[in-house]
């Protein structure tokens, strides 16, 4: 039998005690260094469709508890990088397998912690377990180049070498996925992780680190903490003091940029995965019985907090009227509700209290901003209730499909993310004027145009300032083996997954090998064949 079979299940510990509809209380923990530590400084996580359910409670980390995960993950690091890459890979397969057998119980911790529909959170482990996939055989590779020399009898060859210890500071809305875009291939390359999980999706984040302990990780190779952005920024100062060789950050710009710059003080590349306001163009040609749902998921699918969510919808003049009665139609039967006791609803409740603040605070700066709210009343209660809600409002963060129009490329509304679901309609006159405003912001991250003409989607293509594009599809909806990441305000040109993650984890080192009995130096030695004389060590010396 496989040790995997042999174990008892991961995240039944968590959910089989249930007597609520939900599940038992979480009793969370820290992962260091292989076992569980209780902790100090409890925080509670809250099932954001309905605040009654405690998911659990969990210890914030202390500066004791970061500095022994610290060591942990320092001296796990000696001899993780020396096991074989094809063995780390092992682990990863058996990852896959812990992962595949726990994949309900484990989405339906995402949907209880976070809101997001169980399908979108059974997608979110089934990209872990993608990403598992992948990087399983990737330590089968883990390439590295023979390169010719301009000497003879001497090789050239590169490796690719871990960093050391990483440390993984990971966002609420996709508390699974993401994390594993970091973790799987940080590990497959031979270093320790440290992961201060989001504040708002402690749980999931236990119950992950919890199927890498059954997967047989050795002790310290991959830790957990938690806490909130304070945690965050005390284990930075690990960065200055010389003991975590790597930051990986899923979040907002503002971090980001103060997260580049402790780095860059110690001469490190993060991994940023920062903020969006991602442009969907609907040219004048556009297929719209495929654009308008697509634009509707896109808009409001996760209630509009993916970093890839659509912001701006730049629509050609031709067709913007038949573009936004077809859209306000279909948004008007947008079905909201818990998505654990509701079926068939595009989204939940927002994750977090401050995300609702933000919103609501939106609605108002957003009229004095000029723009003309189509549809959207805030808060949805018993009081302001919404036709397509099942179940009870108060009982959670739940807030209505917005979408404004009038929004020109100048406005706040037109620039700034918000992480809700709302959505502007931008009316332009041609293509230029569309791609004008498709980068007329500070992100870069996603994008999307829909035509029919091969020819524009060329111009898109080479034009758009965006780490991603789609053609006739929606700005969300990344897959696990391409690059994910953005440019401009939305990262500093890293990538996740796929082969391109694994320049974020290694280094390139180059090593020779000369085999010639007598000294030969590149460049002086060299024959250019040209044929000047060379110069020789003996010319020098007497
Ligand atoms: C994010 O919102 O941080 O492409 C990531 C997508 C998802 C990932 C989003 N697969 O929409």
């Not at 050391?164 to 970091?182: E, Y």
């Not at 573009?323 to 509700?337: V, Y």
Request: charged share 25%.
């Amino acid at each position: 039998m496989s040790k995997v079979q042999k174990l008892k299940s991961t995240t039944d510990a968590f959910l089989k005690a249930s007597k609520s509809i939900y599940g038992p209380e979480i009793s969370g923990s820290h992962l260091i260094n292989g076992k569980l530590k209780r902790g100090e400084n409890f925080f509670q996580s809250l099932n954001p469709a309905d605040l009654s359910d405690v998911v659990g409670s969990f210890p914030s980390a202390s500066k004791k508890d970061i500095d022994e995960t610290v060591k942990a993950a320092a001296a796990a690091y000696e001899k993780w990088r020396k096991v074989p890459a094809p063995v780390r890979g092992n682990a990863i397969g058996r990852l896959a397998q812990v992962l595949e057998r726990e994949k309900e119980n484990l989405a339906k911790i995402i949907t209880r912690e976070i809101g997001k529909t169980l399908k979108e959170s059974l997608g979110e482990v089934q990209e872990a377990i993608d990403t598992a996939l992948f990087f399983q055989s990737e330590g089968r590779r883990l390439y590295g180049q023979t390169v010719p020399s301009e000497l003879p009898q001497k090789e050239l060859m590169t490796y690719r070498r871990p960093l050391g210890v990483c440390l993984m500071i990971t966002a609420s809305n996709f508390p699974f996925a993401v994390p594993s875009w970091k973790i799987i291939p940080a590990l497959i390359a031979g270093n320790t992780v440290i992961w201060k999980s989001s504040q708002d999706a402690p749980a999931t984040a236990l119950s992950f680190a919890m199927c890498f302990q059954e997967a047989g990780f050795p002790a310290g190779v991959v830790n957990l903490i938690h806490g909130d952005g304070e945690v965050g920024q005390t284990c930075l100062e690990y960065v200055e003091k010389g003991l975590v060789q790597k930051v990986s950050f899923t979040g907002s710009t503002a971090v980001g940029k103060k997260i580049g710059e402790i780095c860059g003080r110690a001469l490190q590349i993060p991994s940023l995965e920062l903020g969006g306001k991602n442009p969907l163009i609907i040219y004048k040609d556009a297929d719209l019985d495929k654009a308008i749902p697509t634009s509707i998921v896109s808009c409001y699918g996760t209630a509009g907090q993916r970093c890839t969510s659509t912001g701006n919808i730049i629509i050609h003049k031709d067709i913007y009227d038949e573009f936004k009665s077809k859209f306000m139609k279909a948004a008007s039967g947008i079905k909201i509700g818990n998505p654990l006791l509701s079926k068939n609803i595009l989204y939940g409740p927002l994750i977090a209290e401050r995300y609702l603040q933000n919103f609501l605070k939106h609605l108002e700066w957003g009229k004095k901003d000029g723009g003309r709210l189509l549809f959207g009343n805030g808060r949805i209660s018993k009081k302001n209730p919404y036709p397509n809600f099942s179940g009870d409002p108060d009982a959670g963060w739940f807030v209505t499909p917005t979408l404004w129009e009038g929004v020109k490329k100048d406005m706040r509304l037109f620039q700034e993310e918000i992480f809700g679901p709302t959505v502007n309609l931008v009316k332009v006159n041609s293509f230029d004027e569309a791609m004008e405003c498709a980068n007329g912001h500070d992100y870069g991250l996603s994008s999307a145009i829909f035509t029919e003409d091969a020819h524009l989607m060329l111009e898109f293509k080479e034009n758009i300032q965006a780490g991603m594009s789609s053609i006739n599809n929606s700005t969300t909806g990344a897959e696990a083996h391409l690059p994910f990441g953005g440019i401009k305000g939305s990262g500093n040109g890293t990538r996740e997954s796929g082969i391109w993650v694994l320049d974020s984890y290694t280094r390139w080192h180059a090593v020779n090998v000369d085999l010639a009995s007598q000294l030969q130096l590149a460049q002086m030695d060299t024959d250019y064949g040209d044929f000047r004389e060379p110069i020789s060590f003996k010319d020098w010396v007497k």
